[in-house]
Nanobody
Framework: QVQLVESGGGLVQSGGSLRLSCAISGRTGSNFIMGWFRQAPGKDREIVAAITWVGISTYYAESVKGRFTIARDSAKNTVYLQMNSLKPEDTAVYYC???????????????WGKGTLVTVSS
């Protein structure tokens, strides 16, 4: 059974930075796709960034390009999302995801963490 545990969310002022972490445990196989999704109040869940575990290809939503960076540490089985120049519209619950589509679509069949709340004040 795969488990994903997010951490690092919190309250930050506009223009500030946060780093989210997603710790992975369980049998994931040798190659998989990690994604960060977010869901703001009253909005649909959307993909933010993704990375392949092997080959290290990355994907970013247009709204976060140049501000967010996704990275993985295979020794620690952890994926990170460095978020800089945060804006109030980045406020959302951020979810870690393991799936098998590129870019990730966020299926109910994927593995999901429980989420971590990021609040950006103006």
């Amino acid at each position: 059974q795969v488990q994903l545990v997010e951490s690092g969310g919190g309250l930050v002022q506009s223009g500030g930075s946060l780093r989210l972490s997603c710790a992975i445990s369980g049998r994931t196989g040798s190659n998989f796709i990690m994604g960060w999704f977010r869901q703001a109040p009253g909005k649909d869940r959307e993909i933010v960034a993704a990375i392949t575990w092997v080959g290290i290809s990355t994907y970013y939503a247009e709204s976060v390009k140049g501000r967010f960076t996704i990275a993985r540490d295979s020794a620690k089985n952890t994926v990170y999302l460095q978020m800089n120049s945060l804006k109030p519209e980045d406020t959302a619950v951020y979810y870690c995801n393991i799936g098998n589509t590129w870019p990730p679509k966020g299926s109910a069949m994927d593995y999901w963490g429980k989420g971590t709340l990021v609040t950006v004040s103006s």
